[in-house]
């Protein structure tokens, strides 16, 4: 009986060591320091969505570039939720804080309305280098509902990461979408007569 157990208590503590390490999950999210960058209220509602994002980063893990020619999937780093989502959940917060309006959502989450502003985002490079610096290009366009005029334009962002670990640089990525958040609230601004 004596061999049995401790065969057992071996094979038992083998398995222990060879278990995967857990997978962690994250969310893009507002970035506080808008807060105190809020201008007068925006009485018009603002949704907005759709957003694209390249085919490369549009999955759950963490894409990373390593060279210029090499990029890596982290299985154990993954978005919370589809990553479109996410900017459009991040962008609409900060364009809360930065309109001063509780009138912004993601048209995931929104109710329509005919004077809303809507708010498109092509995100052309959504880029993560860990430890140095992330970088996100995106042509964003605003309009009114059954206008044919619109708003566009590109924001080029490139904000280093503050840290090794992969919470810094999601940070930097929200950082990032702040700033192309800014310039879309500023020609909202400018639009309002």
Not at 109 to 135: K, L, M, T
Not at 147 to 155: Q, T
Request: charged fraction near 20%.
């Amino acid at each position: 009986m004596r061999p049995v157990l401790v065969s057992l208590i071996v094979s038992m503590a083998m398995l222990a060591g060879c278990s995967s390490p857990r997978a962690s999950f994250y969310r893009l999210s507002a970035d506080p320091s808008l807060a105190a960058a809020a201008a007068r209220a925006n009485s018009r509602p603002v949704i907005v969505g759709p957003v694209t994002v390249p085919d490369l980063v549009d999955r759950p893990q963490i894409v990373t570039r390593n060279t210029n020619n090499e990029v890596a999937l982290n299985e154990y780093a993954r978005w919370g939720e589809p990553l479109k989502s996410s900017i459009a959940d991040a962008i609409a917060a900060d364009l809360a804080l930065l309109l001063g309006s509780d009138k912004v959502a993601p048209a995931s989450r929104a109710i329509a309305d005919p004077d809303a502003w809507r708010v498109r985002v092509d995100i052309q490079q959504f880029e993560s280098v860990p430890g140095d610096a992330v970088a996100i290009d995106a042509h964003w366009t605003v309009r009114r509902f059954g206008d044919d005029n619109a708003l566009s334009g590109r924001s080029l962002v490139r904000v280093p990461v503050d840290g090794s670990d992969w919470n810094a640089l999601v940070a930097a990525h929200s950082r990032a979408l702040a700033s192309v958040s800014r310039d879309i609230a500023n020609a909202i601004r400018g639009s309002v007569h």
